[in-house]
Nanobody, 124 residues
Framework: QVQLVESGGGLVQAGGSLRLSCAAS????????MGWFRQAPGKEREFVAC????????YGADSVKGRFTISRDNANDTVYLQMNSLKPEDTAVYYC?????????????????WGQGTQVTLSS
């Protein structure tokens, strides 16, 4: 079992930055591919970014490439999502997830554990 707790969300102006953190506990964090997803009101949950267990491969959705960066610190069981140049359409609840898989994982159903989410709200 892996427990995930997100933090770092909040209200920010368009063009600003936020860094989300996801603290993991339980089984060996370093063996999981970690991902970030988001869900806006009235929309389906969508993939944002993921990073493989070693941190060697990071992959982001087209909508966030060049603006968001995912990273992980296996020594501290934490994964981060640095979000820059935020836009109003980035407003959503952001979820951290862990997949018992190697490699890039972009499909939500392949993730085994989920956090409770953290709200990110953009003001124009």
């Amino acid at each position: 079992q892996v427990q995930l707790v997100e933090s770092g969300g909040g209200l920010v102006q368009a063009g600003g930055s936020l860094r989300l953190s996801c603290a993991a506990s339980g089984r060996t964090f370093s063996s999981y591919t970690m991902g970030w997803f988001r869900q806006a009101p009235g929309k389906e949950r969508e993939f944002v970014a993921c990073i493989t267990w070693s941190g060697g491969t990071a992959y982001g959705a087209d909508s966030v490439k060049g603006r968001f960066t995912i990273s992980r610190d296996n020594a501290n069981d934490t994964v981060y999502l640095q979000m820059n140049s935020l836009k109003p359409e980035d407003t959503a609840v952001y979820y951290c997830a862990a997949a018992r898989r190697t490699g890039v994982v972009i499909t939500a159903r392949w993730y085994n554990y989920w956090g409770q989410g953290t709200q990110v709200t953009l003001s124009s």
